[in-house]
């Protein structure tokens, strides 16, 4: 009594969602995401940044795959 091995499709977010460098607080943390800069001109070439969950809500930082184009 052994069906047929079903083959899953693994269906996970399309939101790069990981472990990484949070440019706001200098330090690794989870959950972070990359954030555009609002402000241009800085010149130190600062077009993007990942961001943790603490650091999005505290800056008011709007993920790039959030932000309406
Ligand atoms: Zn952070």
């Given at each position: 009594m052994s069906g047929p091995a079903k083959q899953q499709t693994?269906?996970?977010?399309?939101?790069?969602?990981?472990y990484g460098y949070c440019a706001w607080h200098s330090g690794y943390s989870r959950g972070v995401r990359l954030v555009q800069l609002a402000?241009?001109?800085?010149?130190?070439?600062?077009r993007g940044h990942f961001a943790c969950t603490s650091c999005r809500q505290a800056y008011d930082l709007v993920p790039l795959a959030d932000q309406p184009l």
């Open positions: 693994e269906d996970t977010s399309v939101t790069p969602v990981g402000d241009e001109g800085s010149g130190h070439g600062s």
